[in-house]
């Protein structure tokens, strides 16, 4: 019997395939492990002398060592390149001026630079993104080097346009860092952009108007206003971000209700609208091949297409990425060189990571490379799954919209619940219902926009179509996302489901080819497998209490999260005109956690600085019980909040010294203030925990002082030996006494303050005596947000960046 043949995955017919994946990986390796540029390139160096060397050899003898060794060498070069073009790049990007300013925080600057970005914050903020032609120190050094810098300005912003030239006093400030798990990278947001520097306007002194006509800025400017003169005031911000990009005259309610309706991509300008955009050249190309050259002369007319539509839209890296693909794509189908979709949009890859190393970790690349590889690899199966006659019905083409819309929504699942922490229920609905439809949408809104300047009756009657579905689209989304249903929140996913999703690809893939299709089936069950073992093993191991001290600036904010899996806040941050730390902290931390109920949140005493954010919370997410001390304010927050809960039923349950509370089955809570409610210092009246889980105890003491410290001593001495010590007031001198601490005996004390605060916490003294009898203190202004877990018998702290 003849032995039936191996299955062997045609490697040799992807060629742009396995370099992309290997130059990604020397990318992952250089990124993960911060080698120096220097070893890369020396390390590089060697191994190409290697493969010339080898490469002599060969060419003299036939040895398999030697050529495979060789195999091996390119290999390795290959991963080397990747890792010395990353390590060059990756060292911020900033230049000698930038250097400069970044060692001298809060220096004050005279700064001037052309405007080439406008937006707002959450709070109504200005904020102008520059490039920086000249820079002035304080001591008269100048700085002539260029680079983007980010301006945050107060009414000044409102006069701005893009293309103005602006000359400003100004602070240095310093980018922050992510400082809470599941927070905006605000840093990394601003690096994407390539900006490393940031400054605080404090006054202008110059702005000059005049902008070169002959620019990509003024061209962008006159797009944007005939698009607020075409369009209604409803829809035109929509517009602006759909065909140019510009987002920020978008509010963030609009904003959040395209994303659960799955809608969000096409307010961000990428491959979708590169697409769409050359749609008519598609259309006329035929025509062109008629012609000798046909074909190159249609290709040199895409690419200034393509290059006309980048400048409008600011030359964004998506737009970019995504009109690389466009042209290797079309030179592959125009040409024959090679119409392998997949080896070019590979390239295309390479191409973009050569470039900028980088984009390998944007959200952007990730989701665009993943969605067209989801596309090509799987989209073909499924249509060959279909019956024939049902792709020939009328109702193949929307069909077909709802199966695409459904294969990208499951097959960037990992991704989106990795980056967003939500999935849109709706979305295949609502992408069939209106992406088909940018088709003609996305070319009208163009062409009115040149028409306009020639003949603006015409381009009237051209927009109109479009403002209609707008329109449409906008009440659809406003609509459909007040539904529960139409999202759902979901957990971060683990290594284990991307694997899974990884196998589980792979096998529709490969489910037309029987030889390998059961190697895949059989990987994908493994898989399964195992996941489920892990799953059993961690349901038998110890449960595990969490306790998450959110770094909310100058305030406080815990949460409890219990072996049973409930939610607990333990004061609520601050709270400023600009925002409050529900808003910008624990929300988008439960979010991330994929926690969807607060089964209680206790509220030390009624400053806006540990009840800042209870008003959005109470808003925002289901919360069970409100805790407190009872203890009366006069203040606007105070009473909102109270109210607020009396409209919303909301129970609110008084506690003081002697409560005792069961969490869950296994972790209880003892309330030992306050103990009266004498006096007219709300600190002194704060309500004070102790977290009880096992063997491990957690006190939080809200901003009680020396008066509440000697009252705990004196009622509790016999239970104040805790292992972690929210400690009270920010680290002010009026607590932690040494008394107090040495009663304690705590191993890990935690202090929540800002960097930067007005009553300058911590204090000396404090600070002396927590490192005196405390083995470990941490400081939220400079650890940032703290996780601590317990098994009941022993504390760990877990790094979460």
């Known amino acids: 019997m003849k032995r039936r043949s191996t299955y062997h995955f045609p490697f040799e017919q992807y060629p742009a395939v396995r370099l992309a994946l290997l130059f990604s990986l020397g990318i992952i390796i250089s990124h993960q492990f911060e080698i120096p540029s220097l070893y890369s390139l020396i390390a590089t160096s060697l191994v ?54 970044h060692s001298s925080p809060w220096e004050e600057i005279k700064i001037e630079g052309e405007v080439y970005r406008l937006s707002e914050s959450n709070s109504g903020a200005y904020r102008a993104d520059v490039s920086v032609y000249n820079i002035e120190l304080a001591d008269g050094l100048q700085l002539d080097d260029s680079f ?68 990509w800025t003024w061209l962008r400017l006159q797009a944007l206003k005939q698009l607020d003169t075409l369009l209604t005031s409803s829809v035109a911000p929509i517009a602006k971000a759909l065909l140019l990009g510009h987002k920020s005259s978008i509010e963030q309610p609009t904003r959040e209700a395209f994303s659960r309706a799955g809608l969000s991509h096409i307010m961000a300008v990428s491959g979708l609208h590169v697409g769409l955009v050359i749609t008519p050249f598609w259309i006329i190309m035929p025509w062109l091949w008629s012609f000798k050259n046909g074909k190159k002369i249609g290709f040199l007319l895409l690419g200034a297409l393509l290059i006309f539509y980048a400048g409008l839209t600011g030359f964004s890296t998506p737009v970019i990425r995504a009109s690389a693909m466009a042209l290797f794509l079309t030179y592959g189908k125009l040409f024959s060189k090679n119409a392998d979709s997949i080896n070019l949009t590979a ?47 009328w109702f193949g083409a929307p069909l077909m919209a709802v199966i695409l819309s459904v294969i990208v929504q499951l097959g960037l699942y990992p991704l989106q619940a990795y980056y967003f922490g939500e999935i849109s229920l709706i979305s295949p609905i609502a992408n069939a219902l209106f992406v088909p439809l940018l088709a003609l949408v996305v070319p009208l809104a163009l062409l009115a926009l040149l028409v306009s300047t020639k003949w603006m009756p015409l381009s009237e009657l051209l927009i109109l179509p479009v403002n209609y579905f707008l329109e449409w689209m906008q009440a659809f989304v406003q609509y459909s996302t007040t539904y529960q249903w139409s999202w759902h929140t979901v957990d971060k996913p683990s290594l284990w489901i991307f694997l899974l999703w990884i196998s589980a690809v792979a096998l529709v893939v490969s489910w037309r080819q029987s030889a390998i299709k059961w190697k895949y089936l059989r990987v994908f069950l493994t898989l399964i497998g195992v996941f489920l073992i892990l799953q059993i093993h961690e349901k038998r191991s110890a449960p595990i209490l969490e306790v998450v001290f959110l770094d909310v600036g100058q305030g406080d904010a815990a949460v409890v999260h219990t072996p049973d899996q409930k939610t607990y806040l333990i004061d609520a941050g601050v709270w400023s005109p600009s925002g409050n730390s529900a808003q910008y902290v624990i929300l988008p931390y439960l979010k991330f956690k994929g926690v969807d109920r607060i089964h209680g949140v206790f509220l030390s005493h009624p400053h806006a600085d540990h009840i800042g954010g209870i008003v959005e919370l109470m808003k925002s997410i289901p919360i069970d019980t409100l805790y407190h001390s009872g203890y009366r304010y006069d203040s606007e927050l105070y009473q909102r909040y109270l109210t607020l809960a009396e409209q919303m039923k909301l129970p609110i349950r008084q506690l003081q010294s002697g409560d005792f509370l069961n969490l869950d089955a296994s972790t209880k809570a003892m309330v030992l203030g306050p103990q009266n409610l004498a006096g007219d210092d709300p600190n002194e009246h704060s309500l004070i925990l102790n977290l009880i889980y096992g063997e491990n105890e957690f006190l939080f003491v809200g901003d009680a002082g020396e008066h509440q410290e000697r009252r705990l001593l004196t009622n509790y001495a016999s239970l104040l030996d805790i292992d972690v010590l929210k400690v009270g007031h920010h680290g002010s001198n009026t607590s932690s006494t040494i008394e107090f601490i040495q009663k304690l005996t705590p191993e890990v004390a935690i202090v929540s303050v800002a960097e930067q605060n007005r009553f300058r916490h911590p204090h000396a003294e404090a600070v002396q005596r927590l490192k005196a009898f405390v083995p470990e203190t941490y400081y939220t202004s400079r650890d940032r947000a703290l996780i601590f877990q317990s098994n009941g018998k022993h504390l760990k702290r877990v790094h979460w960046y």
């Open 148 to 215: 983007k810098a980010r301006m945050l300005l107060d009414e000044e912003g409102e006069y701005l346009q893009l293309g103005y030239r602006i000359s400003a006093l100004a602070k240095v400030v310093p980018i922050q860092e992510r400082r809470n798990p599941g927070a905006f990278d605000y840093k990394k947001y601003l690096a994407s952009q390539e900006i490393y520097t940031q400054v605080k306007v404090d006054s202008v002194y110059a702005i000059q108007k005049h902008i070169n006509t002959w620019s």
């Open 347 to 393: 390239f295309a890859a390479i191409v973009i990571l050569i470039w900028k190393p980088s984009q390998l970790f944007e959200i952007g690349f990730q989701l665009s490379f993943s969605a067209v590889f989801i596309i090509l690899l799987v989209l073909p199966v499924v249509q060959n799954t279909l019956p024939y006659w049902v792709r020939l019905k």
């Open 48 to 101: 190409i002398f290697s493969i010339i060397l080898s490469e002599w050899l060969l060419q003299s003898r036939v040895s398999l060592v030697l050529s495979r060794l060789s195999s091996i060498l390119y290999i390795l070069a290959i991963l080397g390149v990747g890792m010395s073009l990353h390590g060059l790049r990756s060292n911020g990007g900033s230049t000698l001026s930038e250097q400069i300013l």
